[in-house]
């Protein structure tokens, strides 16, 4: 009996020694799958990250070499750029477009439409959702822990010391038989609850065994640990858990009815419902080579900028006039474009300068300045098919101060916002008084830019600056000190009085004759781009007998002089004014002129 009595011990104890096997080697386990092999990886990458950053360095070095190899060539051929390319503006009217144009113009209405029933022009998508997905992960994390607990002392309850005080009363007890299967019977019907009991309260099972016998209430105990295993409720709770969190979303409400389509404006045009609006969605369109899903996407980062940076308020800032001789509209285009020059060689000015560029709170305020200038240009323009909704923009480099951080800083900022949300709306991007490395500087970023945007630009030294312009823009069109006859205050002449553009050849006279029959007050004025050439006036009346009259005696002009000369003559009788134009130079030149008569007092 007492080998009897031991065998259950022997099996007992073995299970602690199983037990603690298993504890073994879930630790082994463990540091097995420990940190150790993540170690080489971490250095792995980082040996891999520092070859790259090895490997761009030298590839930099090597792009800078052969950068300054090639400088002169860049310069070679950016003399070249100076000549224009050929542009000729898209066309307005839908019917003159293209079949895929018409077709995509058609589909990027559609898309608008839907953005606007949606309120898309509103808000971003984006945002809202993150924090959403972070509240409903919290409360899934907060009840798993909470289902597992329970499930862990479980094991911990099956613990040998009650099955040692029990082997100890087997040997006392030996000769109680009758009494044990008194017991066998009193346990033996609560065998079938045992499992639910063994579930809500182990403890108090193994008090009572302990009180009584101990051999059979040892094995009621075994019967109800394999019986009651706490790990499937615990997975049936996590299912229920599971089961319980997705519920909580409320789309089951029926939604209330969706509100009417939001009324967006961009430059005071609606999106719809707008004569106007084609020409708006056609600049979003060829800005994006005529996809409608990246046209929309860019209109509504447009329209959400706009919102965030406060256009329609900045409209009636009050930011000052201190800028007003850096950046300035001033006449329009042979096609009726209007232009816009651009003098960054202003900023010489150390003060202009500091009180722009010194901190970044005035270097904002610049940006602020320069598109709520833009805006109002834009406002002027004519938004309908046939109308101009371009300009040309005229940015002179002569004495610009291109390399001081800040100006370049500023000056990039405000590009990349153009850019981003002002497209199509340059018809010409002309660059006058180019220095050379302007010129190698553009070759070096030329690459990058589309054709499209290329076919815009032209570059003109300070030799070729007035004679580009006047391809594009009208002498009379043009202020004085880029070549043209336009000044503030003239009283004689306008815009409205065309200017005749004459080329002299070098070593060559150029002779102009105003005739006149009756009597009248004449009035004309002219210039020579760079001068260096003799002027002379004189009047010769129609009568053989009659005194030839010195106007203007000949005399040479310098460059230095006056742009500009203006004369006047009254003509008494018939006959004819001369002036007379001498260019004993080696190099060609450019005569402007103009007149225009008043009857005599």
């Known amino acids: 009996m007492a080998e009897d009595g031991k065998k259950p011990v022997s099996e007992e104890a073995e299970k602690p020694v199983a037990e603690a096997s298993v504890v073994e080697e879930v630790v082994a386990v463990a540091e097995v799958t420990a940190p150790p092999p993540a170690v080489p990886e971490a250095e792995e990458a980082a040996e891999k990250l520092k070859e790259e950053e090895e490997v761009v360095e030298k590839l930099e070095e090597e792009v800078a070499a052969a950068a300054e190899e090639e400088k002169p060539k860049v310069v070679e051929e950016g003399e070249k750029m100076t000549e224009s390319v050929s542009f000729k503006e898209e066309s307005n009217v839908v019917g003159d477009l293209p079949e895929n144009q018409r077709k995509a113009l058609e589909e990027l209405k559609v898309l608008v439409r839907e953005a606007l029933e949606k309120h898309e022009f509103t808000a971003p998508p984006p945002p809202p959702p993150p924090p959403a997905k972070e509240e409903e992960k919290a409360p899934a994390t907060e009840e798993e822990p909470k289902t597992e607990a329970p499930a862990e002392p479980a094991p911990e309850v099956v613990c040998p010391p009650p099955v040692e005080e029990s082997e100890k009363k087997e040997e006392k007890e030996e000769e109680k038989k009758e009494e044990e299967k008194k017991e066998e019977e009193k346990v033996a019907p ?50 229920v858990v ?9 789309e089951e409400v029926p939604p209330p009815p969706p509100p009417p389509p939001e009324e967006v404006e961009i430059w005071g045009i609606k999106l719809f419902d707008d004569d106007r609006t084609d020409v708006v969605l056609l600049k979003f369109l060829r800005a994006r080579d005529f996809k409608p899903k990246e046209a929309l996407t860019m209109l509504k980062n447009t329209v959400l900028w706009r919102k965030s940076f406060g256009i329609e308020t900045l409209l009636g800032d009050d930011l000052g006039t201190h800028l007003e001789s850096v950046v300035f509209m001033e006449g329009s285009g042979k096609e009726g474009h209007p232009v816009c020059y651009n003098a960054y060689g202003k900023f010489l000015n150390k003060e202009l300068y500091q009180n722009t560029f010194s901190d970044e709170e005035k270097r904002q305020n610049f940006l602020r300045w320069r598109i709520q200038f833009l805006e109002k240009s834009i406002r002027k323009l004519d938004f309908s098919p046939n109308g101009i909704n371009t300009i040309i923009q005229v940015n002179d480099l002569k004495n610009s101060p291109g390399f001081k951080r800040e100006l370049r800083q500023s000056t990039n900022q405000a590009l990349h916002l153009l850019q981003d949300n002002y497209p199509e709306f340059v018809a010409k991007q002309i660059f006058i008084n180019v220095p050379w490395w302007y010129l190698a500087f553009n070759r070096m970023i030329s690459p990058f830019l589309t054709q499209r945007t290329k076919s815009k630009f032209v570059f003109a030294g300070p030799s070729k600056s007035a004679e580009t312009l006047f391809k594009y823009i009208a002498p009379e069109q043009v202020p004085v000190q880029y070549g043209g006859l336009k000044r503030d205050g003239d009283t004689e002449f306008s815009i409205c009085d065309p200017v005749t553009l004459v080329t002299i050849k070098p070593g060559c006279k150029h002779v102009i004759e105003f005739p006149y029959s009756e009597p009248c007050q004449l009035i004309w004025e002219l210039r020579v781009i760079g001068w260096d050439v003799t002027y002379g006036a004189e009047f010769v009346p129609t009568v053989e007998e009659g005194y030839t009259v010195i106007v203007q005696k000949a005399r040479k002009i310098a460059p230095t002089d006056e742009p500009v000369i203006s004369n006047s003559f009254k003509i008494g009788e018939p006959g004819k004014v001369i002036l007379t134009i001498d260019n004993q130079t080696s190099k060609k030149k450019k005569l402007l002129y103009r007149s225009k008569t008043q009857p005599c007092d």
């Open 190 to 239: 609560p065998e079938p609850a045992e499992p639910v009991v063994v579930a809500a309260v182990v403890e108090t099972v193994t008090a009572v065994v302990v009180d009584e016998d101990g051999t059979k209430t040892v094995e009621a105990i075994e019967e109800t640990i394999v019986v009651a295993p706490p790990a499937p409720p615990a997975e049936e709770a996590a299912a």
């Open 242 to 250: 599971e089961e319980v969190t997705p519920p909580p979303p409320a």
